[in-house]
């Protein structure tokens, strides 16, 4: 596995990216109380990691190792842009991630990725899925993304169907060892 040269100092606790990026319509609309952020690097203790263990298994993240990822994608501007969604106690309930890939095809276009989108069982039924991933298309077409493309599992087709997406492709995917050290099997 790949290593990076070297750490660099701690970031402060703002948000990932610019918070003019987010839609006002989308927080407008969100359920009373409810608030769509950028993620910040203080929230692994704000239970960041609870959505997305509904979604996959996460592994045990200590908050220093979830500080070094959170370093790692702020030093990538205009690249990463995960987005939460909060309760009226400032919890997390729900999350989504867009990667933005630049191409050398389409004009150099870029592609939006929208990956991890998870929201709490219960705090299922409220729309915050859909709102989330309008935020992601939204913040998608503000960064020049000339589309955003997601994978998900055939159960999941039919939200996504309803969210606006249409089947384009089939996924393919190869895993590494990385993947059996969090199932615990190392193979």
């Known amino acids: 596995m790949w290593t990076p040269p070297s750490k660099s100092p701690p970031r402060p606790s703002g948000p990932l990216f610019p918070t003019t990026l987010i839609s006002p319509a989308v927080s ?14 203080s929230d692994y203790t704000a239970n960041y990691l609870d959505p997305l263990r509904v979604l996959t298994k996460v592994g045990d993240i200590s908050q220093e190792a979830w500080e070094s990822q959170y370093d790692s994608m ?3 501007p205009d690249t990463y842009f995960l987005l939460v969604v909060c309760d ?4 997390i309930v729900g999350t989504g991630t867009l990667l933005k ?8 276009g870029n592609v939006g990725h929208i990956e991890d989108i998870a929201v709490l069982e219960d705090q299922q039924g409220k729309k915050l899925g859909l709102y989330i991933l309008r935020a992601l298309g939204y913040i998608a077409e ?9 994978d998900c599992s055939a159960q999941n087709e039919g939200f996504y169907v309803k969210c606006g997406f249409k089947r384009a492709g089939y996924e393919m995917a190869q895993y590494h060892e990385a993947e059996a050290k969090i199932d615990g099997n190392a193979t």
């Open 74 to 76: 702020a030093k990538v």
């Open 28 to 41: 407008s609309s969100l359920p009373a109380n409810y608030t769509i952020r950028p993620l910040q690097r």
């Open 101 to 108: 890939e630049r191409k050398f095809i389409r004009n150099l």
């Open 88 to 91: 009226d106690r400032g919890k």
């Open 142 to 150: 503000k960064v020049g993304c000339y589309k955003q493309i997601l």
